[in-house]
T-cell receptor, first 115, second 109 residues
Framework: GAVVSQHPSWVICKSGTSVKIECRSLDFQATTMFWYRQFPKQSLMLMATSNEGSKATYEQGVEKDKFLINHASLTLSTLTVTSAHPEDSSFYIC???????????FGPGTRLTVT | GQNIDQPTEMTATEGAIVQINCTYQTSGFNGLFWYQQHAGEAPTFLSYNVLDGLEEKGRFSSFLSRSKGYSYLLLKELQMKDSASYLCAYLYNFNKFYFGSGTKLNVKP
């Protein structure tokens, strides 16, 4: 149990375009989902926390108008990178928490390359 | 972040024991989690501590001292497959995690 999927697993896009990444909890209801970014050889940096049906809470320094997060249901959250630039190239990982314990379950990640 | 510090890299021998330390600032603390991450993959959960003391789980153990803002992950009987990055993560205000920079462990034959 406790499986989280992400789609796509990788994406290559041109500078200036927008990219949407989906995060789904497959066998549990995720009251909270987290989005992280990880640059090569660095640790995970929390970008934002989203609760179903409410606006996401962004970490300091993360542009909410550039990284749009929607948590429309208890099993789906999406991250849209708008007007992507090469410096946005990174590994984006989501995690989900059921709220019954503090464990979070990670998706497999999405590798974004902006050319 | 929450000023989470851990060593950047460590090397150990197959079959040995290694301890990876993690220190953090103590405000808003609700738990300390340890994850393993292989290159290009998402982290996988290893262990967590909410109260002081040692939690043992097979070859992996984790220790916490809340008063000192200190935790460690102990790996016994090291195997080559244990070569990975180990991340400590701090649960803050019961609703978000902040990760340390990770410790890359190299296990040599």
């Amino acid at each position: 149990g406790a499986v989280v999927s992400q789609h796509p697993s990788w994406v290559i896009c041109k500078s200036g375009t927008s990219v949407k990444i989906e995060c789904r909890s497959l066998d549990f209801q995720a009251t909270t989902m987290f989005w992280y970014r990880q640059f090569p050889k660095q640790s995970l940096m929390l970008m934002a926390t989203s609760n179903e049906g409410s606006k996401a809470t962004y970490e300091q320094g993360v542009e909410k108008d550039k990284f749009l997060i929607n948590h429309a249901s208890l099993t789906l959250s999406t991250l849209t990178v708008t007007s992507a630039h090469p410096e946005d190239s990174s590994f984006y990982i989501c995690s989900a928490s059921s709220g019954t314990d503090y464990e979070q379950y990670f998706g497999p990640g999405t590798r974004l390359t902006v050319t | 972040g929450q000023n989470i510090d851990q060593p950047t890299e460590m090397t150990a021998t197959e079959g040995a024991i290694v301890q990876i330390n993690c220190t953090y600032q103590t405000s808003g603390f609700n738990g300390l989690f340890w994850y393993q991450q292989h290159a290009g993959e998402a982290p996988t959960f290893l262990s967590y501590n909410v109260l002081d003391g040692l939690e043992e789980k097979g070859r992996f153990s984790s220790f916490l001292s809340r008063s000192k803002g200190y935790s460690y992950l102990l790996l016994k009987e090291l195997q080559m497959k244990d070569s990975a990055s180990y991340l400590c993560a701090y649960l803050y205000n019961f609703n978000k995690f902040y990760f340390g920079s990770g410790t890359k462990l190299n296990v040599k034959p």
